[in-house]
C-alpha cells in the first residue's frame, strides 16, 4: 500500500490569494499550513508503518504517471468570500467509489474533533481526475475566517487534524485489505 500526500499550494502553486491585501498573505500561510499538516501526517504513517510518498511541490505529475500509489490525499485550507464560513471538508471525484469512501472516512474521523463546514463531496478537480487510484482533497479550514486561521497556525490543531486523516487513513486501508496497516 502506497500512499501519496499532496501538501496543496506550495511553491509556485498559485494557492489561495489574498485579493484585499498587498503581495500573496494567504497563499504564504496556506503553503505553510499544508506543508505542516503534510509532515506531521507523514510521521504518523511512518510509526504505523504506512508507505508512502510526499509529492514534491504539491502536485506532482511523475507520481500520476506512473500510477505506482494505491490512495492519495490532498491537504489545503479553504477561503471563501464568506468569512463566517468555518470548518473542514472533504472532496472526492463523482465517479470515484473508492474515493467517495476515502472521503468518507477521512470525514467519519476528522469530525469526531473539528467542525464539519460540509458533508463529503464530489467535484470534478484536476487532482481527482488525472489519477488512477482514489484521490481527495481535505480543506482542513478557511483562512478567510479569523478564528480558522488562528487554528490553522496553531501546531496542536495541525497535530489533531494530521491525526484524524491518519485514522480516516487507517480505516480505508483496513476496509480495502483487512490489513490495520501497510505492511
Known amino acids: 500500500m502506497l500512499i501519496a500526500l499532496f501538501p496543496g499550494h ?29 509532515g506531521k501526517i507523514s510521521m504518523l504513517l511512518k510509526l504505523l508503518g504506512l508507505d508512502h510518498i510526499i509529492a514534491a511541490g504539491g502536485w506532482d505529475y511523475r507520481i500520476i504517471a506512473t500510477k505506482a500509489c494505491n490512495l492519495g490525499v490532498e491537504i ?15 472532496i472526492h471525484h463523482p465517479s470515484s467509489a473508492k474515493g467517495k469512501e476515502l472521503a ?3 470525514d467519519r ?19 481527482l481526475t ?6 481527495v482533497v481535505v480543506e482542513c479550514g478557511f483562512l478567510s475566517n479569523t478564528i480558522d486561521e488562528a487554528l490553522l497556525l ?17 480505516e480505508f486501508v483496513y476496509k480495502q485489505t483487512g490489513k490495520g496497516s501497510g505492511k
Open 104 to 106: 468518507a472516512c477521512i
Open 10 to 38: 506550495v511553491g509556485k502553486d498559485s494557492g489561495a490569494i489574498d485579493p484585499t491585501g498587498p503581495g500573496d498573505r494567504l497563499h504564504t500561510v496556506e503553503a505553510a499550513v499544508t506543508a505542516g499538516i503534510t
Open 130 to 135: 488525472d489519477t488512477g487510484f482514489p484521490v
Open 76 to 90: 489545503h485550507a479553504d477561503i471563501c468570500s464568506n468569512e463566517n464560513a468555518i470548518g473542514f471538508h472533504v
Open 154 to 170: 496553531n501546531e496542536g490543531h495541525q497535530f489533531n487534524i494530521a491525526f484524524a486523516v491518519v485514522q480516516g487513513i487507517r
Open 109 to 127: 474521523a476528522l469530525g469526531l474533533n473539528l467542525t464539519r463546514a460540509r458533508d463529503p463531496h464530489s467535484a470534478r478537480l484536476k487532482i
